[in-house]
C-alpha cells in the first residue's frame, strides 16, 4: 500500500488521464490519507478528480447502500480540497455535478476567489 500510495503522490495528474485506472477498491481511510498529502504533487482539481473518480467508479457493482455511505464519507473528505484554487469553469460544471459539495461551499469558493482577484 505504501509504494501505491507513494506512486499516487508523485503521479496523480497522469494516473487520472489512464480511462483505465479505478480507484474503486481504494479504502476510505486510504483515499483521505493522499487527499491529506501535504506534498501531494498536483492542483487542487485533480484531488477533486481523485475523490470524485473514487466515488462514483464501477457504480454498478456496489448495492446502493455501499454507494450512499461512499458517497457520504467522500462529502466529508472533500474538506481537504481547497475549493477556491479550482478554476471557476471546473467549479460551475465538474464539481457542481458531482453532488459532493454544496451550494454553500461552491458559494464560498467563489466569493473567495473573487476577493483574490480584487
Known amino acids: 500500500t505504501d509504494h501505491a500510495i507513494e506512486k499516487i503522490r508523485k503521479n496523480l495528474k497522469s494516473i487520472l488521464k489512464n480511462p ?12 483521505e490519507e493522499i487527499l491529506e498529502m501535504d506534498d501531494l ?8 478528480a481523485l475523490l470524485d ?6 457504480n454498478e ?4 447502500e455501499s454507494q450512499e455511505a461512499r458517497l457520504k464519507k467522500a462529502k466529508l ?11 471557476p469553469s471546473f467549479l460551475s ?12 461551499e ?4 467563489y466569493e ?6 480584487e
Open 20 to 31: 483505465k485506472t479505478n480507484f474503486s477498491n481504494m479504502d476510505d481511510d486510504v483515499m
Open 41 to 48: 504533487e498536483c492542483k487542487e482539481i485533480h484531488r477533486f
Open 53 to 58: 473518480k473514487w466515488v462514483y467508479s464501477n
Open 61 to 64: 457493482y456496489r448495492d446502493r
Open 77 to 87: 473528505m472533500t474538506k481537504h480540497i481547497h475549493l477556491d484554487r479550482i478554476p
Open 93 to 104: 460544471s465538474d464539481v457542481r455535478s458531482s453532488g459532493l459539495i454544496t451550494t454553500e
Open 106 to 109: 461552491l458559494c464560498t469558493a
Open 112 to 117: 473567495l476567489q473573487a476577493l483574490v482577484a
